[in-house]
């Protein structure tokens, strides 16, 4: 309970206007700009995956020709991962890591303010390479060489930007971990901080890893295609080969900075909802570092068909099953969470559930991928679409949404429609499952990847995954709906909307002040960033 | 989904097939196996599914109970114990069990994929934008295999045949009972061979070899496609590999090798301006078409018109030049020289230069291309 001492205090300014916005350097605004950002981008690579579903509703080029097709899945995924879901998962971050470890902003406030606009132009580069002659890149998110030293000068720009995307993002992480390690309120130790502030921050020194690696990785290229260089061309005695382990060392712990984030929200909400402490918080923070650290040692399971020989094959196979364990470590706490609680069913616990669930597919399509001499039969298929798609949407994108309805009161003062909510989550699941559940048979019975037009007998599968996606889609406008309704017309949130929720974030008044705790609390907390009592901590 | 079908396999896992409104099945599981690699990829896949599925189950079952059981709303008290390490022993130690287990196997499995040992003859497999050279190593022979459906069956409107976009004007043919080894290499970008039934998906690299291995069991036609991401007809790679019983096979070898003969082209004949041309447009058909386009106006932005192109319509040297060596600016116009014999290099360039709107009237003689080869060694 905020302390009244607290409510004297001045009323600091809070600017108004464009400026608000443009110079923002209080957390909540950028959080709010990562948010509304992530989420267009989200809409816009959501409209190209609809493009490519819509190509392929039936055998033919119906609607595209088949570079345009390329470029699709290119931006698709490029937007995707680097528009949607880590911004929102460092916009989350920016809202809500200073509420819930006691800090009153993010470490570096100013730039803060940097990395988030250097995300508008980035994007716009890589839209904008759609215009320019020879359109978008075209060689898939992972941009293979030489593929990719072929394309037109639409590869230029989307190198350029994933050099500024990068930038931005390691300037994200770089505030994420000085906020974590300098700024927790007294009373909160390491191993009593909230799991979402443990994700965050193990995925934070991920991302400082290996940003500039891939910036490594598309510089070469750059140089191969404008400088003579010949690091992918074997002519020049370059290696093809060398691209794709330099990519996928980054590429392989960029999956796990879009899964441990959603390991941290989870892990505040399944608690809340079940009305019980985290179960296994320190094994929780090992399987998380764990998972982190394995991350960098099993990149070349992406390549078991390039040809390497046996005993790399063998390391890298055994190296990414051992993965399986601290991921199943993970799932059996949280539902060793649930398991004798007293749970409650709101739109939040519904996607951290849906989340598990599906996750929990994912993971295992992932143990079967894992298995080199079965990976020969499924790799660059659509089974690998469907695994990854349980792992990024089931993943990465319900916790976003299980994220925003658990925090949207106390980020707005408002609650948000709660039918709705539940319609979002029902439509969501049932639809996902259609368009992507599918793609596994479609990837067993010998469908590639990435191919604009295919053979008769996956007809049928097309099909339906491509009605499950325009539903999909369509599902997304209830959140939108839900969420702008909810801000103007939303009941006022109490403070405490949650019964079950005792962390930090809740002990301030909603919603939420512009400035929180400019002196720190005094707090005692318990694992999982349970506040046991509080004294000061004001805000204005 | 109609008519189910049930069939059985070796591992006694049940593939179900539907007959679907364009009279092909749509499965539900990998393709029925036609070698021992195949065949031992499919039952790790099997039995990695029936081990997946049942830790999905448990993990869905004990998830459930506590949903149905655990509620709030049927008045249940959260019981507030939150560690138990006997248990977090038992579920770290059980899996890592568990993965010791299908790790057994899924070595094996690996070590018989890789030997490519004892070989009973040998193929080298090319992949080019946007088709696959097979060359036959052991009787020095070789040609290119290219998807044979007609563009205008990818119209939206046309009827398709049976095999769309799964057929090939020259299949790969192997004998049963032998092993084949496959050296694969590339010549532009990374492709990828890939035929299901035959338990083969290998990278074709551009500057390295790579070996595979199978031995077909039944004679049959074995379909698979390209399955790495290389360029615009990524789609349209497909790859057919027709196995013949041995004695077909040596029928099939005999007959080949002896038209190969009658046909050679010589490279000194000198030919008619009408011969050229026709012959000229069945190799644009195959080799330039994809980029170029029948009407020669190419893709803009991607890949430049030859309709009024002043190189085609220019000086005739430079036009070689181009066809030979390759585009300097652009890799994706590759050096023709390496794979196309001089007379079809000739013909191509005398069509082109009488094609569409280009009516230059010259044409070029297969002897032309000839010395440009001595000259560049
Ligand atoms: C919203 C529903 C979505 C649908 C219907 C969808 C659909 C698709 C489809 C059809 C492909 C092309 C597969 C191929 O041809 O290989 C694809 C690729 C991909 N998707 Fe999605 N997707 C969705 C959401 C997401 C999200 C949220 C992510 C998050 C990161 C994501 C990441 C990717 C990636 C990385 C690729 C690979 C692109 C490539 O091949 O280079 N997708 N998706
Ligand atoms: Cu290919």
Redesign the interface.
Known sequence: MASGAADKLPTAHKPHGLGRWLFATNHKDIGSLYLWFAFSMFLVGGVLALCIRAELF?????FF???LF?QLTTLHGLIMVFGAIMPAFTGLANWMLPLMIGAPDMAFARMNNWSFWLLPPAMSLLLLSFI????AA???WTL?A??S??L?MGMDLTIFAIHILGVSSIMGAINIVVTIINLRAPGMRMMNMPMFAWASLITAYLIIAVMPVLAGAVTMVLTDRHFGTHFF???GGG???LYQHVFWFFGHPEVYIMALPAFGIVSQVIPTF????????S?MVYATSSIGVLSFMVWAHHMF???M??TA??FF??AT??I??PT??K??NW???????????ETPMLFA?GF??LF??GG??G??LS????D??L???YYVVAHFHYVLVAGALFSLFSAVYYWFPKMTGRMYVERLGQLHFWWSLLWFNVTFFPMH?LG???M??????????????NRIASIGAFMFGLGQLIFLINILYSLRHGKTAPQQPWEGANTLEWRLPTPAPYHSFSQPPQLETA?NGVVLSMRDGGQV | MSCPRLCGSSAAWLILNSTAVHGQSAALNLQAPATSLARMEYDLHTMLLLVTGAIFLLVLAVMLYAIVRHRKSVGHEAKPFHENTTVEIIWTVLPLLILLAIAWPATRAVLNQKSTHGEDMTIRITGYQWKWRYDYLDDNFGFVSHLATPRAAMAATAVRPEHYLLEVDEPLVLPTGRKVRLLLTANDVIHSWWVPQLGIKQDAIPGFLRDAWFMVDKPGIYRGQCSELCGKDHGFMPIVVDARSPEDYARWRTARLQQLAASADDPSKVWSLAALRERGEKVYGQNCLPCHQASGKGIPGNFPALDGSPIVNGDKAAHIRIVFHGSQRNPAMQAWGKQLSDTEIAAVITYERNAWGNNTGQLVQPAEIRAVRGGSG
């Open positions: 039936s055998p033919g080029l119906q020709q088949p570079e390329n320019v002659p020879g359109g075209a060689a898939g293979y030489p593929l030293v072929q037109g061309n074997a002519a290696d093809p080969i079940a009305r019980k402490p985290l179960f296994g918080y094994s068909v390039t040809g020989p046996a094959q063998l196979m055994y099953m051992l399986a364990v199943g470590v799932v059996f539902i060793a969470t649930m398991w004798q609680g007293s749970m409650s069913f559930i598990i669930l929990t597919i295992l399509s143990v079967t298995v080199a001499a079965v020969v039969q790799h660059g298929s048979f067993l019975a010998g590639p990847r990435r191919i604009p037009d295919y053979a008769l007998q996956f007809t049928d599968f694992e």
